[in-house]
């Protein structure tokens, strides 16, 4: 079965630039639309990029749009997070998921097979 594993998170300044990486194991994902999301302390996970497997416009989060860009690799099998221009407001886990049937969704009950997370901190 499809695993996923993020990587990438850490530390980084206001105004600075991280890019995560999101690898999948067991299978392929080339057919299954991707997402990421965000959980940071006391906080609800919330939707932050998703990419459809039929590929087209992904589709962003008022949040993050225009400093964030998601992409992916289907032949390294891989999702990607390119994060620019971050604020502290940016910091909390962040989650890859997979959905095995559908478009790219902001919903993350209709997401399959999710990721174990990684850090991001932002400092001020």
């Known amino acids: 079965q499809v695993q996923l594993l993020e990587s990438g998170g850490g530390l980084v300044q206001a105004g600075g630039s991280l890019r995560l990486s999101c690898a999948a194991s067991?299978?392929?994902?080339?057919?299954?639309?991707m997402g990421w999301f965000r959980q940071a302390p006391g906080k609800e996970r919330e939707f932050v990029a998703t990419?459809?497997?039929?590929?087209?416009?992904?589709t962003y989060a008022d949040s993050v749009k225009g400093r964030f860009t998601i992409s992916r690799d289907h032949a390294k099998n891989t999702l990607y997070l390119q994060m620019n221009n971050v604020d502290p407001e940016d910091t909390a886990v962040y989650y890859c998921?997979?959905?095995?049937?559908?478009?790219?969704?902001?919903?993350?009950?209709?997401?399959?097979?999710w990721g174990q997370g990684t850090q991001v901190t932002v400092s001020s």
């Open positions: 067991g299978g392929t994902v080339s057919s299954y639309s």
């Open positions: 998921a997979a959905r095995k049937r559908g478009g790219g969704s902001s919903i993350a009950a209709q997401y399959d097979i």
């Open positions: 990419i459809s497997w039929i590929g087209g416009s992904p």
